[in-house]
């Protein structure tokens, strides 16, 4: 059995930074699926819900793991295609490796149609359409005929973290850069950095 200071090793060790980036990256994705769908399952349960306490409890218990696995997984397979897409690739990434990513991971996970998934789903789509859309009063139509063409290819997406709503990009950089950063077993299961 491996002491302490061998996994403290291992965990520093930039031989295995991507391969538990990807741990990381599953840990906060169910984290955070968990802070975000438990309060609205709650306040849904009190205002809409049907039957008694336990039955609610039931249903917030079930919506919450849903949410925070499905993220998890999601998290976890995006990073995986985005490595395996590196390795054959040289060790280099290219400009569309997260949207294939992304595509494949969301098609895997997200490809069931359930109230949660489509809930994600509509929230990132909606996300997306707004990041497209200036402040200014120009028509929706108008702006994504002529951004569509010229700006929104998908890498532009990922690396255009001013244009994505606040709220967007915060849950973002939780769920991918804060899961590229750890010093220690604590940093890299329990707490960010």
């Known amino acids: 059995m491996p002491g302490l200071q061998e996994i403290q090793a291992i965990i520093t060790d930039p031989q295995y930074h991507d391969y538990l980036a990807i741990l990381k990256g599953a840990r906060n994705g ?5 802070k975000v769908r438990f309060p609205h399952a709650l306040i849904m349960a009190i205002l809409f819900g049907r039957g008694d306490w336990q039955t609610r ?3 917030i218990f079930r919506a919450t793991k849903q949410h925070a696995f499905n993220l998890a997984k999601f998290v976890s397979l995006y ?4 490595l395996l897409q590196k390795k054959l690739n040289g060790g280099k990434e290219r400009p569309y490796d997260t949207f294939f990513a992304g595509l494949l991971g969301g098609y895997i996970v997200f490809g069931e149609r359930n109230a949660i998934n489509e809930q994600i789903v509509l929230y990132v789509c909606s996300r997306v359409v707004r990041s497209l859309h200036p402040p200014c009063g120009l028509a929706l139509r108008h702006v994504l005929d002529r951004r569509l063409r010229r700006e929104a290819r998908p890498p532009g997406l990922a690396n255009r973290g001013e244009s994505i709503q606040p709220g967007m990009f915060n849950s973002m950089r939780y769920l991918y850069r804060d899961s590229e950063a750890w010093t220690n077993l604590r940093t890299l299961i329990w707490h960010n950095t």
Do not use: A, C, I, R
């Open 57 to 59: 409890l039931k249903v």
């Open 79 to 82: 990073k995986t295609f985005l």
């Open 30 to 34: 169910f984290v955070y699926g968990t």
